[in-house]
């Protein structure tokens, strides 16, 4: 070292200490102590916790430095503390926060003679911070007065545990875990002998290039005997100091909840449970996975308990499969599909426009409109006469549902709607009768808000994602018969079978009551259900809206939604809701002539008595009483025959009888009648007649036929 440098250090030196009495007199009269300054202690990033205050992410919000939670000093390596007294305080238990005898030591070196009581002084009160290199003179006093009374109140572990917390490290790093994890990618206490030194010798220097560090600790290695070799602790050196810091979260779950929280340093506590979570996150990339090549890269799920709307797990995309990672599409507005029927059957049952047993005919429409006619289709394109419903809401057939909304009328349809949290919807004049065929666009959890409504016995509540959300109002938009009807409906199997067979991913070993969707041109899936205590809402698709390739709701949202029931489910049963009051489970005949059984709300059920009646209602239409039959001589008599028609179908047990014989069918050959009259009746299975007509027959050219009113 230069003389003259030497000289300026010592005369330094020595006014410094000529000057400790006065420290007394000119120095702060109190520290804060140990537990204030632990307890103040805040992460820069924020963390969102599940339900159990279990980690589910965390999210900067601290952009002036990186620092992790306070690490006890129990959680650091052994060695590292050995190696920084060491390094930077050898005679640490020695002194009462002044080191006289190492200031003096190192008063000719770079680096200042400060006692590791006297650095952390210097964390605590940034007054004391170094104007540049080297601390003023009234700087260093204040700071040696801190450093004897932090010693006079706090006990050596206390002084070693928060020095590695408040110590910077590189750049923004501070606190040994910080840079424990973002230099050596691992914990503050797994570090080894090597790894210790290289830290060490970065204090002070948190901008210095990785060379000047690793010689530094090279020149240091004597004095902690470290094994390593200089061209090993360059090695080190350059594999993990010459790259921007980065500090991985351990667990990065839901990580679309960051831009749903106000930035703080407090922790927030959200309503998932981080299982559920897990289980969810899980079951939709495993799918996605499996029908990527089908051009299916993003998907959304949602899990809702249904005694509290409370979210159980929100799942805004795969990051997996996806190509828009910060796309949360668990609240982007995609195209309904079907997913929207069951509201509207339920508000259709609700105002007793429909019961699940009305008959609706699934036959080709033509509605006028505007633009033109509107003509919907069923998607597999095939038509299925007349059917009740439940047939058409389980198996989910297009034209039924345009009828019912042509009774109901869409706005107040979409009124309805927005009075259930659909706040995307536009005016209602941009929806026609499409509307209920999905024409809508909605969100996942907009259509998750709904359906746990259905579940909940028709009461709407908005969901709640944190826990410390005030409590919503409800809004009670259903009649607890009317939610029942439409949750019996969607829990039928036979029912959805027109469309999807016995054997699906709707079919779950458990009650649940479950719908599925898909928009125009395969740009959605949709598969939206619940069980008695779950919700599950699924999407499908791809963020940027183009088409999936031969891929259904059924195909590609159904089996997430199933996984992840069946794991909700695995140890927990879910029970069949019982009939609210209200509700009556009556007998009628549906469009086949077979008596059934369905539920009706109080008011709305057929008439018991004329439904026991109808037997005796039964009318013979064809031949009438009184008709007059004659062969035709241009067609052989052997291919002339006479049908017999009712009025309904037949009932069970019920058949023809022609001149005292029962028929195995429903016509005769002209040729087996005599000329002259015959008589024809209804029999009950009993024998009753429930009607009776009489017909003759006569020879002659040409089919002459006459009927008189009986």
Known sequence: MPLSRWIKSLLIGSLILGLLPLIYIFAPGSVPGFTPVKNSWQMSD??????????????????????????????????????????????????????????LAMLGQRRGGSSLTMQLAAHLNPKLKAQGKFRRPWQ??????????????WSKEEILEAYVNLVSF??????????????????????????????????????????????????????VAVQTDCAGI?????KSLNRAPELRSSVRLAPHLAALVAASSQDVRSTLDRRIQEVATQALHTHLAAIQAQNVHDGAVLVVDNATAEVLAYVGSSEVTTRNL????????????????????????????????????????????????YVPRNYDEQYHG???????????????????????????FVAKLRGLGFDKLADTENYGHSLALGAADISPWELAGAYVSLAHGGVYRPLKLFLDEPTASQNSWLRPGAAFVISHILSDRSARSLTFGLENPLATPFWTAVKTGTSKDMRDNWCAGYSSRYTVVVWVGNADGSPMWNVTGISGAAPVWRDVMNAL?????????????GLVLAKFWDANGKLREDWFLEGTAPDQQKLADRRWSLKIQH??????IAFDPDIPETQQALFFEASARLPPGAYWVLDGEKQSQDRVRLSELANGTHRLEIQNREGRRLDAASFEVRGGTGIQVSQRPR
Not at 81 to 89: F, N, S, V
Not at 90 to 101: E, K, L, T
């Open 170 to 223: 590189r750049g923004e790093l501070q606190g040994l875990e910080a840079a424990s994890q973002a230099l050596m990618q691992k914990a503050a206490h797994g570090l080894n002998a090597e790894e210790a030194l290289l830290l060490t010798a970065s204090l002070g220097l948190p901008n210095a290039p990785w060379p000047v560090i690793a010689r530094r600790a090279c020149r240091l290695r004597s004095i």
């Open 623 to 628: 031949p009438l009483d009184g008709t007059l």
């Open 326 to 373: 910060f796309v949360d599409m668990a609240r982007g507005a995609r195209q309904a599909g079907s997913s929207l029927k069951p509201l509207l059957y339920a508000e259709a049952l609700n105002q007793k426009l429909i019961t699940a047993a009305s008959l609706l005919e699934d036959t080709p429409i033509s509605l006028p409109t505007s633009s033109g006619l």
């Open 569 to 581: 489910h695995a140890e927990e049963a879910s029970v069949e809701p019982a009939a609210p009051a």
């Open 234 to 238: 360059e090695r080190l050196a350059r």
């Open 386 to 412: 007349t059917v009740t419903v439940r047939e058409a809401l389980a198996s989910s057939l297009n034209i039924p549902a345009v009828r019912v909304i042509d009774m109901l009328g869409v706005p107040a």
């Open 140 to 153: 260093k006093l204040q700071q040696m007065r801190m450093a004897r009374l932090i010693e006079q109140s």
């Open 46 to 103: 924020q963390k969102i916790l599940d339900r159990h205050g279990k980690l589910l992410l965390t999210t900067r919000v601290d952009k002036q430095r990186r620092r992790l939670d306070w690490l006890p000093l129990d959680a650091v390596a052994p060695v590292f503390m050995r190696t920084l007294i060491r390094i930077e305080d050898q005679r640490f238990y020695q002194h009462g926060g002044i080191d006289a005898r190492g200031f």
